[in-house]
């Protein structure tokens, strides 16, 4: 159960995208298409905003968008807002109903 | 509203016990998976725990493997997480969440948390 490797940060100016990465093993990322993605707000509950790769929940802005390739997957904000600046972990099923979380990206909007 | 309102929390010395409750709300609770995440001082998520709609399946992570169970009541919307042999690496904020268990793997809704101090 090893954590999956994230960016200790990224940043971009408003108007911009940004793509945070998150690199697992065949065991968990390139294993399952079940890698989420949480935004937390400092002092606040992570909340999900990409789950089964791709999908946003509803009321999540279409800005927010994911994928995968091999081992790592990504989390790309188009359009980046100021209350976008957060913190974003990613996350996989490992095998047998158990989860890993990535490290986390401190996302700073200049 | 979806509501997860954790409670328990509080100051143990190394090797004591803890019980941590959650109590939901707003959904129908029988019907979904739960779990316990935390989140030390300045570091990020772990998965710690989780329990699936009826109870009968239980999933651990290696961390905490012997030392924690997890539970539920389902007729008062609530799940448990038994803390024992407590050491200071156990120090987070712990949160509850609503989790889907089968054919898909997410947290889809949190608690605010509940903080949990390991320390003499």
């Known amino acids: 159960q090893s954590a999956l490797t994230q960016p200790p940060s990224a940043s971009g100016s408003p108007g911009q995208s940004v793509t945070i990465s998150c690199t697992g093993t065949?065991?968990?990322?390139?294993?399952?298409?079940?890698v989420s993605w949480y935004q937390q707000h400092p002092g606040k509950a992570p909340k999900l905003i990409i789950y089964?790769?791709?999908k946003r929940p509803s009321g999540v802005p279409d800005r927010f968008s994911g994928s995968k390739s091999g081992n790592t997957a990504s989390l790309t904000v188009f359009g980046l807002q100021a209350e976008d600046e957060a913190d974003y972990y990613c996350s996989s099923h490992a095998g047998s109903k158990t989860w890993v979380f990535g490290g986390g990206t401190k996302l700073t909007v200049l | 509203e979806e509501q997860l309102l954790e409670s328990g929390g509080g100051l143990v010395q190394p090797g004591g016990s803890l019980r941590l409750s959650c109590a939901a709300s707003g959904f129908t609770f029988v019907n979904y998976g739960m779990s316990w995440v935390r989140q030390a001082p300045g570091k990020g998520l772990e998965w710690v725990s989780a329990?699936?709609?009826?109870?009968?399946?239980?999933y651990y992570a290696d961390s905490v493997k012997g030392r924690f169970t997890i539970s539920r009541d389902n007729s008062n919307k609530t799940v448990f997480l038994q803390m024992n042999s407590l050491r200071a690496e156990d120090t987070a904020v712990y949160y509850c969440?609503?989790?889907?268990?089968?054919?898909?793997?997410?947290?889809?809704?949190w608690g605010q948390g509940t903080q949990v101090t390991v320390s003499s």
């Open positions: 329990i699936s709609s009826g109870g009968a399946g239980i």
């Open positions: 969440a609503k989790v889907y268990i089968l054919g898909a793997y997410f947290f889809a809704s």
């Open positions: 089964e790769v791709n």
């Open positions: 065949s065991s968990d990322v390139g294993a399952y298409n079940y």
